[in-house]
């Protein structure tokens, strides 16, 4: 007897019949809910607290903290634990690093498309082909938008932005600024020129909306979203709601390009001459920009903070960035003029002071943990101590990145620990992961570095500049990143930069 027969009879249940449906019920939400795969008996051990349905709370609570505490319990340097149904390994040792970082069983976008469930076009259903096409086109994309000639003819434009933006800024709020808000803002403008549209870039309404859409669909990513895809909760629904004002947004510029023939040369542009459609446009800017826009948004933020509360760090940015402006264009112009004519290579070669300033703000912002996914595709298991066929192996880029073997008061801004006489960057392979390595390094850090050192220049060069808390005292210490979160983010405090423009010279 089915279940509809239960249903038609028209005559009162009978108790056999109530069973039934009651042991129906038991079994969809057992097998829906509680039921997940095993690991299999090799797989490292189960840590605690790896609880049914859910799985591993910690990880979505206070992640660094409970990542500690896993790594105590885990004697093989190696720990198992669930994600709803989804089966993850957790890897503190050098073989697993390494693992991570090169295996060709374990692929990325696979991983992230799960497990960090901010991706628009995360999409369970869809088949890991249809998820390589769209990674295929995303990564040919993102790098012939990212050539040496593509970015010797934004430069003038990126460099126009940042001067302009900076004089703008004193001129809106003269005495002090939340670098969080408006640094964060400009390095959007950069990142627009680089992966967007024109139309967004120059119109300060168009690109505070989209950053509002894109806020709230990087805000989806809830735990219960992951754990349970289909769930129609209101992260889905906000999630649907941005990503098609996003639709709205693109297809009026496109629409208004196509009416007034109108050929700007910008990355928007390239992707519809390259026979993209609406949504892959879409797709194609909203991955770009989460790959790139937090980690460079809050890091440039971040630096000027580091550079306001370490003096002696800025007096010798203040002094790179002088001597290659005078170095490289001679005369009387001043330093902002200058600096607006340097050319692409010394912009990308010339301030190795800026570049280990940034080097050591990602160390301590990079919060996140990593994912790949076993594509292997096979059933048998014959080495020890595996990531299960369609598992993951996660690892955590913040912990490592805080190693004490490795670096030397890793709660400090040192950027003089990558300097030849520590040198701790190279004390073994991969010991710095804050770009990634192996198999997947990261695609942006050129345009990255390239805008971080147009930002901390110009900035330097405009402003003297000292942080206050949100009490209006001074501070001496920079503000204490948060470790738990799971990407690049501003202090939990709010924080201020005060300046005043610098006499020309
Ligand atoms: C300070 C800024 C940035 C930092 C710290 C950073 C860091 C990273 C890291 C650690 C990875 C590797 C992740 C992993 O192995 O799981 C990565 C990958 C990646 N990054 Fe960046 N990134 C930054 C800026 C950018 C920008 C501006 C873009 C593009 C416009 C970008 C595009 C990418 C892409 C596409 C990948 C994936 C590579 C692949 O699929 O193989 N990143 N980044
Ligand atoms: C831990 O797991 C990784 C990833 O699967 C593996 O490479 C490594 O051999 C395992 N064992 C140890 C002791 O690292
Ligand atoms: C992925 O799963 C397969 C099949 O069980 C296994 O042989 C392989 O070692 C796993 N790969 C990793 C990197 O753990």
Not at 107 to 114: D, K, L, Q, S, W
């Amino acid at each position: 007897m089915t279940l509809l027969d239960v249903i038609k009879a028209d005559v009162g249940l009978s108790p056999i019949h109530l069973a039934t449906i009651v042991v129906f019920c038991l079994a969809i939400l057992y097998i829906g809910l509680v039921r997940r795969p095993a690991f299999p008996a090799r797989s490292p051990k189960i840590i605690r607290g790896n609880w049914p349905i859910v799985g591993s709370l910690g990880f979505w609570r206070k992640r660094y903290d409970w990542w500690i505490e896993a790594g105590e319990q885990a004697e093989t340097k190696n720990f198992s634990f669930h994600v709803g149904k989804h089966r993850l390994v957790g890897t503190f040792s050098e073989e697993g690093r390494k693992t991570f970082f090169n295996h060709r069983q374990l692929g990325f976008t696979e991983g992230y498309a799960v497990l960090f469930g901010q991706s628009p076009s995360y999409d369970e259903t869809g088949s890991d082909e249809e998820l390589h096409l769209t990674n295929d086109h995303f990564h040919r994309r993102i790098a012939a938008l990212l050539k040496t000639e593509k970015l010797v003819k934004v430069l003038p434009t990126l460099i126009a932005d940042v001067s302009s933006g900076l004089q703008e800024l004193a001129v809106t709020s003269p005495d002090e600024t939340d670098p969080f808000d408006s640094i964060y803002k400009l390095v959007y403008r950069l990142t627009l020129r680089i992966v967007g549209a024109t139309e967004i870039a120059e119109s300060p309404h168009l690109s505070d909306q989209t950053l509002h859409l894109f806020g709230q669909i990087e805000q989806t990513a809830r735990p219960y979203q992951i754990i349970w895809p289909w769930l129609p909760s209101p992260a889905l629904f906000t999630r649907y709601w941005a990503g098609a004002k996003m639709y709205m947004i693109f297809s009026k510029i496109l629409n208004a390009r196509k009416k007034t023939e109108q050929k700007l040369d910008d990355p928007l542009q390239f992707l519809v001459n390259q026979g993209d459609d609406i949504r892959q446009i879409i797709s194609f800017i909203v991955g770009a920009l989460f790959a790139g826009q937090l980690n460079s948004g809050y890091n440039a933020a971040w630096i000027l903070c580091y550079l306001a509360t370490y003096p002696r760090w800025l007096n010798q940015v203040r002094k790179e960035v002088s001597v290659v402006a005078d170095k490289h264009i001679p005369g009387s112009d001043t330093l902002v003029q200058k600096l607006s004519k340097l050319p692409l290579e010394v912009w990308e070669h010339g301030f190795p002071t800026i570049e280990l300033c940034l080097r050591e703000s990602i160390r301590l912002q990079l919060h996140g943990s990593g994912f790949r996914k076993n594509i292997s595709g096979k059933d048998v298991i014959i080495d020890d101590e595996v990531v299960p066929p369609g598992g993951f192996l996660v690892y955590h880029f913040g912990h490592h990145l805080r190693n004490q073997e490795i670096y030397q008061d890793p709660e400090k801004w040192e950027p003089e620990r990558y300097l030849p006489d520590r040198a701790e960057d190279k004390k073994s392979p991969n010991a710095y992961v804050g770009w990634g390595t192996g198999r997947h390094p990261c695609l942006g850090m050129r345009f990255a570095k390239l805008e971080q050192n147009i930002i901390a220049a110009f900035f330097c060069a405009i402003f003297d500049f000292e942080l206050f808390d949100s009490t209006g005292a001074k501070m001496v210490n920079p503000p204490e990143p948060q470790v738990n979160a799971w990407s690049a983010c501003g202090p939990e405090m709010s924080v201020k930069l005060r300046y005043k423009p610098r006499n020309k010279e």
